[in-house]
């Protein structure tokens, strides 16, 4: 029997934001996906990807998790004894929950409770997430527990605040002539370090001030007109926080994305946002018009995640 796959995620708001208890939303990307296989080929990818489980497993027998919640992890390390592996696309470094999606998976095949995500109630989605920042603690040292959530479920999660998370429907078009797209910056991202910078900067009062009464208004105005597919507050919005994002996040924006973060701005003919904690990976654009966006961001990988 072949396991599920596990999509990755797209976090479309709240990078940083949702530290400080600001709204954020994010979206499965089944562009990208990983799942839970036994090696026949034992190829380097195959080994290491076992190494990896086998430290994981180690990991996850020391935690002491709520009986609602717990996970076999005498079978998990059988299976991993008999080559178990991590098939997955999903790039590392890229704000994509590469290992978020790791994380779902080893926790539906293992967990003793079968859950339908779909019957998931709010309640029991805020425990969830809580177990899921603990079994993610082991790739980042902390974590919300987001990412493996969103991969697990599969479906769109409203974060609505620190605590509470809420399933939303959000409606896929295929064609439109506005988009929200990915761009390649062309260099890997490491939360750590960026997530740091960000503290540090939380020790600055004009920061945590700009913070809380410009970002997180922003960034829940976007949210809250993206999920009414109120177009033209929502761009309005949305130049704000990539303008604050430019002036306040600039460490965080790779050196490669500088000027055309900037020019989408100066044109109003896109506009950028970081997509997870920056430094790195992908960086997340949003255009009324997709084609005159394209042809300015030419010599960019870009990848299309949403049309309207």
Known sequence: MT?????????LFGEYGIIEDS???????????GTLKFSETQSDFEKESNR???????????LDLPEAF???IHAFVADIDNGLFFDSNIPQGYGVGSSGALVAAV?????????????????????????????????????????????????????E??????????????????????????????????IQIFFEKMK?????????????????ACIDAFLRKDINPFFRNLKKLSVWAYEHFRPMIPESIYNIWKNGIDTNAYYLK???????????????????????????????????
């Open 52 to 62: 990896h489980l086998k430290k994981y497993a180690d990991f996850l027998a020391t």
């Open 204 to 220: 600055t009062e004009g920061f945590r001030k700009t913070l809380k009464e410009e970002f997180i208004r922003y960034n829940n």
């Open 107 to 159: 926790f539906e095949k293992y967990s003793y409770i079968r859950r339908n995500p779909e019957e998931i109630s709010k309640d029991e989605l805020k425990e969830l997430k809580k177990v899921f920042g603990k079994l993610e603690s082991f790739f980042h040292g902390t974590s919300s527990g987001i990412d493996p959530l969103i991969c697990y479920m599969n479906l769109p999660i409203l974060i």
């Open 3 to 11: 396991n599920p796959l596990f999509y990755a995620k797209i976090l």
């Open 70 to 72: 717990r996970m076999d």
């Open 161 to 194: 605040n620190k605590e509470n998370v809420d399933k939303v429907s959000i409606q896929m078009a295929q064609q439109g002539k506005g988009a929200v797209f990915l761009i390649d910056s062309g260099s890997v991202g490491e939360t750590g370090p960026m």
């Open 23 to 33: 709204q954020g939303l994010t979206l499965p990307y089944s562009f990208y996906k």
């Open 274 to 308: 970081l997509c997870g904690s920056g430094g790195g990976g992908y960086i997340l654009g949003f255009t009324k018009d997709y084609a005159r966006a394209e042809k300015m961001l030419e010599g960019f990988h870009k990848e299309v995640i949403y049309r309207f």
